[in-house]
């Protein structure tokens, strides 16, 4: 495509908008969970399953936020176990390193 883009227009973002906190970050820093079109919801974090998908941040506070409001489900226009939110919880523990400054757990 080279068109004549004169860098007045910032390029198109990738940036997601997390369903805990409707916060808009960059996919990268975010988890995805798709509903596979059998209905199976996953979490699926290189963002190349098909499917309808919603976004949250790596963040135990977004998936607990979610979970309050059912955010997912209505995301994803599908019920959601709770495991999910469970298994995003463990998911945002991994990636949380460096500023892990929680001890209760
Ligand atoms: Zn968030």
């Known amino acids: 495509?080279?068109?004549?883009?004169?860098g007045l227009t910032p390029p198109r973002r990738r940036i997601r908008r997390c369903?805990?906190?409707?916060?808009?970050?960059?996919r990268n820093s975010m988890l995805r969970v798709v509903r596979s079109p059998s209905g199976e919801v996953s979490i699926n974090a290189a963002g190349k399953a098909p499917g309808r998908g919603a976004y949250i941040c790596a963040d135990r506070?977004?998936?607990?936020?979610?979970?309050?409001?059912?955010a997912?489900?209505?995301?994803?226009?599908?019920?959601?176990d709770k495991?999910?939110?469970a298994l995003l919880?463990?998911?945002?523990?991994?990636?949380?390193?460096?500023?892990g400054a929680d001890g209760t757990g």
């Open 19 to 26: 369903v805990g906190c409707g916060k808009e970050l960059s």
């Open 1 to 6: 495509m080279g068109g004549p883009s004169k």
């Open 72 to 80: 997912l489900a209505r995301a994803l226009k599908h019920p959601v």
């Open 61 to 70: 506070e977004c998936v607990r936020a979610a979970m309050k409001k059912n």
């Open 83 to 85: 495991r999910i939110y």
């Open 89 to 99: 919880e463990e998911m945002c523990g991994e990636r949380d390193g460096a500023c």
